[in-house]
């Protein structure tokens, strides 16, 4: 369809991030440019030209919460049918797998869109239809937009959805790691548009690139990084202009808008970042998993999770360290004996560098 | 998961809010249309069902051209 293939160039692009002679350190936040950086081993030719780029919290399996996993399994001993995105199902807990409850007997459905779960409540008017809602931006205007519709009153929803702009603010906050710049999530940005990251280069002196999943994204959008490092400056520039507008989707905000309202969440390795969640506004709470099953639910609300033993996602989320450095990584956790979500999701870092990296 | 795949919009059925979207080699599939604008032949960004965006061909056909004008640009800096 628009192939962006072009050998030379990025040959062009690659030798003036060379000539730079830069020693930077990029973020990302999203599993599909793991995927390209590691399928195309442009994460080690940037390298040697002094980029270093690492993924960030950006894949909304892995930074679900162990008490989200376990708020939902709760679900499911009761009896209630849960329908989630597959990668999620077989995300270890605390005590259990969406999967492993599955083979026990639990009504456990992989969709690929909440739409199917809302057929799934429509045909079986007896069930009640748990549907778990994980996702950033790009996920949160499908949820609403169902929601919108009034889908059947045995259909609810246990909302997992998050934000990013919160959670990049967050990491700076938290400065462990330095961070020279970083590359946004061009999905997430279709929704969002430039505007929702503007305060983190206003604010922390960061530049930003929003960028596309082909390799020439990332290579041009490095570039783009390179270049405002070089002049100085701090902005939010947008390489990936085939699919993202400035405003972005206002329908889509529009909607998200109309059913959720920020909260404060925790996110898998952080503590609870300030309105980086989002929840159904008052009107829609008869679809809230957790206002309808309060009486099952109520009870985990003071309850921590400990991360599965030895697991180091949640460093790994944070950009502390690679998938490598952890351990486990390819001995005891590996995709069929995953220990932690980094492993199981097609996003994670640790199964992107397991798929990819030679032993 | 914030995957989001190409497709290109063959029909729409306005009532549903639907249309069927190709992603070529043969592959067709449903998708939620109520978030976006779209006439057929548009070409969409498909994420967990539900079109997300149309991209702009115009600008995706000029994308190499840019990158090599602003590559340019600053070569000559
Ligand atoms: S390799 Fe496995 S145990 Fe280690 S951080 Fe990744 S998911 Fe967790």
């Not at chain 1, 969709?111 to 950033?136: C, N, P, Q, R, T």
């Not at chain 1, 609810?156 to 959805?161: E, F, G, R």
């Not at chain 2, 809010?17 to 592959?27: L, P």
Request: hydrophobic share 40%; charged share 25%; glycine share 8%.
């Amino acid at each position: 369809m628009f192939s962006l293939r072009d050998k030379n160039l990025a040959e062009d692009i690659v030798s003036q991030i060379k000539k730079a002679e830069v020693h930077l350190k990029f973020m990302h936040v999203c599993g599909t440019h793991q995927d390209t950086l590691v399928k195309h081993g442009l994460d080690v030719l940037l390298q040697k030209c002094g980029l270093e780029i690492g993924q960030g919290p950006g894949c909304p399996v892995c930074v679900t919460t162990p008490k989200e996993i376990e708020e939902v399994i709760v679900l499911a001993k009761d009896g209630k049918t849960i329908a989630s995105f597959g990668d999620m199902i077989r995300v270890p807990g605390a005590s259990s797998s969406l999967q492993q409850m599955k083979g026990e007997g639990c009504d456990i459905r992989t969709v690929y869109s909440i739409e199917d779960s809302v057929v799934l409540a429509e045909k079986h008017k007896d069930k009640e239809v748990v549907f778990m809602a994980v996702g950033f931006e790009t996920t949160a205007p499908t949820t609403a937009s169902v929601l919108l519709r009034d889908p059947p009153s045995n259909f609810s929803v246990l909302c997992c959805h998050r934000l990013i702009p919160p959670a990049l603010q967050a990491i700076l906050d938290m400065g462990e790691i330095k961070i020279d710049g970083f590359i946004e999530p061009g999905h997430v940005s279709t929704i969002i548009g430039a505007k929702p990251y503007e305060f983190i280069s206003k604010d922390y002196h960061v530049p930003q690139v929003i960028a596309g999943f082909e390799p020439l994204d990332l290579l041009m959008a490095s570039w783009m990084l390179v270049r405002q490092i070089q002049q100085g400056t701090a902005i939010v520039e947008n390489e990936y202009s085939r699919a993202v507008d400035k405003g972005g989707n206002q329908k889509a905000q529009q909607v998200i808008k109309q059913v959720f309202e920020p909260m404060d969440v925790k996110w898998r390795g952080f503590p609870i970042i300030p309105h980086s969640g989002l929840m159904l506004r008052e009107k829609y709470a008869s679809y809230d998993a957790r206002k309808r099953y309060e009486d099952e639910l109520g009870w985990l609300a003071e309850k921590e999770f400990a991360e599965p033993a030895g697991c180091l996602c949640g460093d790994v989320l944070r950009g502390l360290i690679s998938s490598k450095e952890c351990p486990l990584f390819r001995h005891q956790c590996t995709p069929e004996t995953p220990v932690g979500p980094c492993m199981v999701s097609s996003e994670g870092n640790c199964y992107i560098e397991y798929l990819y990296s030679k032993k | 998961m914030c995957l989001a795949i190409p497709g290109k919009i063959v029909e729409i059925d306005k009532k549903k809010q639907s249309a069927t979207v190709d992603y070529g080699s043969g592959t067709r599939r449903k998708a939620n249309v109520s978030l976006v604008k779209v006439k057929r032949g548009d070409y969409v960004l498909v994420h967990a069902g539900f079109a997300i965006q149309v991209l702009d061909e115009k600008e995706a056909q000029e994308t190499l051209a840019l990158f090599r004008e602003m590559l340019s640009l600053q070569e000559g800096a």
